[in-house]
């Protein structure tokens, strides 16, 4: 007996099953990148994605009323770089927190270098309402005359933020209920493709707002609304998938081979179950970002003056016959980030199921 | 097919119940009870103990949770939601009284999405890739994202304030009832134009580009080539032959579509001051009205249920080949 064999079979089975199987996992994954890469709308919209992202981080240098570098009392200071989020956590000055910064903005000898846009985007400034977009003010202002583009910028990370966390927890409800109802089948799967069912039944707004009443507006509990009413379609696909795979033979094997339930449902089939479920929360991301602008815009979501996509629009609707800026930009942000994010579903969806590659795009 | 329908008719069942279940239990997650409620609409009046213990018992607040569920189902099945903390009249009245706008600019929409996405996705498919496909695509898809609150502003900015040539607000002029039957029933419609555009464009969107998808797979099989092989005229082919089979899953989707274009008046209905049950659920909403708020989302629920239902009879009724048994 060989050095190789002895220590072969010291390993258990099951090592060598999942070695094999991560092997198989990080291959699909890379012929994904590679029919993906090749979708140029679906890689549109994850440059846009990833475009936003980046800006939605670097929001506090573009723009902020606090300068990039200061001298204060002889000292230099970093105001607008230490809101980057790294920072933010470490990095506090203490000796800045009197400084009106609207004020010494344009003192050269205490601003040493502003952001480029020198902006904050809640301080109002009343001798600049309602200006129309110009070489200062790319979007205008707006009835308390704020920088209509640095709260747009602001906004960003809002839509951003609930958009992923309230997909995240509508994934981990959908893919806990789907993987139940499909693995388990029987009683479980009538039970749970009832709450589906029922949960599907009312119009999602009705839904969403009806549970809005009777909580406190802000950006965690939008976030949690959204989260526990859309997660029907994941669960829909999941359990599909599911029944789908615990039918096939690698499953068999692994419960031949004594693998538990637990271990069959999150190394055997959940990885294999993943794909059609992330496409759905893609698309879910889009949707989540427009019912959030829609909640704001309604004045339902998040609360003024902190700024959003659809407050900002609000307030456009509230002056629509002097402002059309403040009823325009935001739109086009909405409309754009949500087409981004339907293109980058798209393009998984296309890497992920070969079959529909050639009949869904149009 | 009967047992099919009666085993459809069962199904319902336990869906309805969770849904009272679903309503039921938002209501009972409200932090305080409907009294304090009623209490905070009321300016903070101040009510003694005593009355409020008499509140409680009236609304059988004091009764533990089960009982008040059957209680409240009881009251449920014959359509009694209490009523409105805000007008202080029935819900069940207030809903009847708001639906029919509502089913007007629904109705309206559905109709005019179903009567021009249909040819457009026809044509698309059947003239797969050409350039009328691709632009006709392209216009749809983006027209799919166009988050509809926007395009409300927009219309209303260029027809409402630059043009002035549509009205936007109401269902109707304040003096309609002197223009005499005509303009009468003109100033209406011109008062649905904006609200109905924007209803209507998402759905017709996501409608045309089903069409197509679905003619696409008709338009492979058998039966088509041998519509084509003898000698039929290509419209013939398309529309009697194809389209006939491409209804048969668009049945389905009218069901499905019903929440997203409920979900959409509430929107609308307030941007334009229209005067259906959306516009009057998010008022109620904003006045934290929950008697209103409940009853409509199991009025709008019921709706959507029964859609589905009569889209999945229809699908039966329309589809021989498939059996129900």
């Known amino acids: ?362 | 097919m009967l047992t099919y329908i009666l085993r459809r008719l069962a199904y319902l069942v336990p869906t309805l119940l969770g849904i009272t279940i679903v309503t039921f239990l938002i209501v009972n997650l409200a932090p305080g009870d409907p009294v304090q409620a009623i209490r905070a609409d009321e300016m903070h009046a101040r009510i003694s103990p005593d009355a409020y213990q008499q509140m409680l018992k009236l609304y059988g607040l004091d009764k533990p949770v089960h009982i008040r569920y059957i209680t409240w189902l009881k009251r449920l099945a014959t359509f009694d939601f209490g009523d409105s903390f805000h007008s202080h009249r029935p819900v069940i009245t207030l809903i009847l009284e708001r639906l029919p706008a509502t089913l007007a600019l629904n109705i309206a929409s559905l109709i005019i999405a179903l009567v021009i996405s249909i040819p457009l996705g026809l044509h698309s498919a059947v003239r797969q890739n050409s350039l009328f496909d691709k632009v006709n695509g392209t216009i749809l898809y983006m027209l799919y994202s166009l988050p509809d609150f926007w395009v409300a502003l927009l219309l209303i900015m260029l027809f409402g304030v630059k043009l002035k040539i549509l009205p936007i607000y109401g269902m109707e002029a304040i003096d309609a009832r002197d223009f005499g039957f005509f303009g009468y029933w003109g100033d209406r419609i011109r008062h649905m134009i904006l609200p109905t555009v924007c209803l209507t464009y998402g759905s017709l969107a996501y409608l045309s580009r089903f069409v197509r998808g679905s003619t696409l797979e008709v338009i492979r099989q058998d039966f088509v080539r041998t519509a084509r092989a003898k000698g039929l005229e290509e419209d013939r082919v398309v529309y009697s032959h194809v389209f006939r089979n491409t209804m048969i899953p668009l049945l389905t989707l009218m069901g499905l579509l019903l929440p997203t274009l409920i979900s959409g008046s509430i929107i609308l209905e307030a941007i334009f001051s229209w005067p259906g049950i959306g516009a009057l659920f998010y008022d109620s909403v904003r006045a934290r009205d929950y008697p209103t708020v409940m009853g409509l989302s199991f009025i709008s629920s019921l709706l959507v249920l029964l859609s589905t239902l009569v889209a999945d009879l229809l699908y039966a009724w329309a589809d021989p080949r498939v059996t129900y048994d």
């Not at chain 1, 890379?30 to 990833?50: E, Y």
């Not at chain 1, 119009?203 to 009806?210: E, G, H, Q, Y």
């Not at chain 1, 949707?287 to 609360?303: C, R, V």
Request: hydrophobic share 50%.
């Open chain 1, 1 to 362: 007996m060989d050095h190789q064999t002895e220590k072969d079979q010291q390993r258990t089975v099951a090592e060598r099953h999942a070695d094999a199987r991560s092997g198989a996992t990080s291959e699909f994954a890379r012929t994904i990148w590679r029919r993906f890469r090749a979708d140029k709308f679906g890689m549109a919209g994850l440059v846009i994605v990833a475009a936003m992202f980046v800006v939605s981080y670097l929001t506090p240098v573009i723009a902020n009323n606090k300068p990039l570098i200061m001298r204060w009392n002889g000292k230099l200071y970093f105001p607008a770089v230490a809101e980057l989020l790294p920072m933010r956590w470490f990095v506090d000055y203490p000796e800045l927190f009197t400084v009106d910064f609207e004020r010494v903005k344009h003192d050269p000898a205490v601003a040493l270098l502003m952001p480029p846009f020198p902006y904050s985007p809640l301080a109002s400034s009343l001798d600049d309402t309602f200006q129309p977009p110009s070489g200062r003010h790319l979007m205008g202002t707006d009835d308390l005359g704020r920088d209509v583009f640095t709260r747009m910028l602001y906004g960003t990370g809002i839509s951003l933020k609930v958009g992923l966390l309230a997909v995240a927890i509508s994934l981990v409800i959908g893919l806990s209920v789907g993987a139940l109802a499909g693995f388990y089948g029987g009683v479980v799967d009538v039970v749970l493709s009832r709450v589906i069912e029922v949960v599907m039944c009312f119009p999602f707004l009705f839904l969403i707002l009806a549970v809005i009443v009777f909580l406190p507006p802000s950006i965690y509990n939008i976030m949690i609304v959204i989260g526990i009413t859309r997660w029907t379609s994941i669960a829909r696909y999941t359990r599909g998938e599911f029944m789908k795979i615990k039918k096939q033979e690698f499953t068999e094997a692994a419960r031949a081979l004594g693998a538990t339930d637990r271990k069959i449902i999150f190394r055997h089939i959940l990885p294999n179950s993943l794909a059609p479920a992330l496409v759905t929360a893609t698309f879910g991301v889009a949707n989540a970002i427009l019912i959030e602008a829609a909640l704001s815009f309604l004045g339902l979501g998040i609360q003024p003056p902190e700024p959003s996509w659809g407050e900002i629009l609000s307030v456009g609707r509230r002056h629509i016959e002097i402002a059309w800026w403040l009823a325009t930009f935001p739109g086009l942000a909405i409309f754009g980030t949500v087409t981004a994010y339907n293109l980058l579903g798209e393009g998984l969806r296309d890497a992920t199921d070969p079959k529909l590659a050639h009949t869904a795009r149009r």
